[in-house]
């Protein structure tokens, strides 16, 4: 199967000129499918006389990366390898995408989170066309803000991409009257789509205002800012959502003035989040989103000392996101979806999600939309065909009528503690011989991180089964995927 590894130096970009160069299809929509492991949609939708066999290859000359990026040869891998394999054929329309946020209705679960992304008419506008149900706009607050620059930094993964990426911007900055205005414009333009407004109050008088006046602009829903990491002032944002008190307070204050849903933005920046969303639901919320950023530093300059983003020879903590933070985020998640007083109550789930992959697993574990928002900083509203069609296709393969059916359905096979987990056979790591590339990774990670169970002989691995634990590095550090889970072995005591 494709992966992103096999794209090489593909920047995915914009206007694209192998596309330009190409009379018989698009080749950049392939690979930005590939991209978002999107595999299957991608083959399908391709001609079924596809010339790529006989070309020469114009593409490839025209490429921003000429001679780097092989797209004949990943488009015919799609035709030769995928397209057979995939088995299903594409759905007919979208309608196992549809959901809801506490009954009202979306035409899929994918929003776009309270931040930069979602911070004005023209960007909400342009995400709507490109097929996104809804957003949540960015916070909208009464305080004077003034933010930094540089405010971005990032960790990159091996191909170049953020991996991780640190923020330490604030709020709207906007008056309230602007922002309202952008709010009951953009309703009254595109009506179907499910528009969310994210405040913030200073006290209880204005989050119970502030509520009242997105609801009287045409908002159908208002999510309450508990958990931005980066304010300047003390007792708000993430400093209200480590205290649930002031959770059941504000969220009560809100609901008081407001009869659209409320959903209480939680803070991962404490040890268990169930606090909060219990003090949230006492004050009257009617769902949870999760989680917010992650207080982070992610790097220091070794000339400078000053770690990053650099303010004029100063920085500060920020919020961490990308999808670095999606094991955290899944964590959070799936405690709210095992929390006997929360069943049934809405769960809007973000925190690292890319692909369609990435938005199954926050539902299986109990979300019932899901919120995006570094994936598009960093590639765009187009994402949202690729999230909807790779997952749309997803339900389609399963003979699965409606997205709603696997909300949580992965709760039961995931547990807290390891206390319930087998312990008595081991699963054993079987080799590749085609695939094995002879690098001997595999064998330096056994040696001196695992269980000296692999031997290194003819540049190729060869198993000790007396000391295999089953433990699985080897399948993990491999880099041509030669490794993989074979058979079973009851241990002896």
Not at 28 to 50: C, H, I, M, R, Y
Request: net charge negative; with cysteine; aromatic share 6%.
């Amino acid at each position: 199967m494709l992966k992103r590894s096999d794209m090489i130096s593909c920047i995915l970009c914009y206007d694209a000129p192998c596309s330009s160069a190409c009379k018989a299809l698009e080749p950049d929509k392939a690979l930005l499918s590939v991209w978002f492991d999107n595999q299957n949609t991608a083959a399908l939708k391709l001609p079924e006389n596809t010339p790529c066999f006989n070309c020469n290859a114009p593409c490839e000359k025209q490429c921003v990366r000429r001679g780097n990026v092989p797209v004949r040869e990943l488009i015919s891998r799609l035709i030769n390898e995928v397209r057979p394999q995939a088995g299903t054929t594409l759905p007919e329309n979208e309608d196992a995408l549809k959901c809801d946020i506490c009954g009202i209705p979306l035409e899929n679960p994918f929003l776009l989170s309270s931040s930069v992304v979602a911070s004005g008419y023209d960007m909400c506008a342009r995400a709507f066309e490109a097929g996104w149900a809804g957003a949540c706009y960015k916070t909208v607050c009464s305080m004077d803000i003034l933010e930094t620059s540089p405010r971005f930094s990032a960790v990159t993964s091996d191909n170049g991409t953020l991996a991780g990426f640190k923020n330490i911007e604030q709020l709207s900055v906007n008056t309230v009257e602007e922002d309202m205005a952008v709010i009951k414009r953009l309703k009254s333009d595109y009506p179907s789509k499910f528009i969310m407004v994210s405040i913030m109050g200073q006290d209880e008088e204005e989050w119970m205002s502030l509520a009242e006046l997105c609801e009287k602009n045409g908002a159908d829903a208002v999510e309450l800012n508990f958990s931005c990491p980066n304010m300047q002032e003390e007792e708000l944002g993430s400093d209200i959502g480590q205290v649930p008190e002031l959770v059941e307070k504000y969220t009560r204050a809100a609901k008081m003035k407001t009869t659209v849903p409320v959903l209480a933005k939680l803070t991962p920046n404490v040890a268990s989040m169930l606090p909060a969303a219990e003090a949230a639901f006492r004050g009257g919320a009617d769902g949870i989103a999760a989680i917010n950023t992650i207080k982070s530093i992610t790097s220091v300059d070794p000339v400078t000392y000053v770690s990053s983003p650099d303010v004029n020879g100063k920085s500060a903590v920020g919020g961490y996101s990308g999808n670095a933070v999606k094991p955290i985020a899944l964590r959070f998640i799936s405690e709210l979806g095992h929390a006997p007083g929360l069943n049934g109550r809405h769960i809007s789930g973000m925190g690292g999600i890319e692909t369609w992959k990435d938005a199954l697993e926050f539902i299986l574990l109990g979300a019932g939309s899901v919120q995006i928002t570094t994936a598009v900083m960093q590639y765009g509203y187009r994402i949202i065909d690729e999230l909807k069609s790779g997952l749309n296709y997803y339900l389609t393969q399963r003979g699965i009528k409606s997205i709603k059916e696997l909300i949580g359905s992965g709760l039961d096979k995931v547990s807290d503690t390891t206390d319930g987990l087998e312990r008595n056979t081991i699963l054993f790591p079987e080799f590749n011989a085609e695939k094995c590339i002879g690098c001997g990774r595999c064998f330096i990670s056994c040696s001196d991180g695992g269980h000296q169970a692999i031997r290194f002989e003819g540049r190729r691995p060869k198993l000790n089964g007396k000391k295999c634990v089953g433990c699985h590095l080897c399948l993990l550090v491999c880099p041509a995927d030669a490794i993989s889970p074979c058979r079973l072995r009851k241990k002896t005591f």
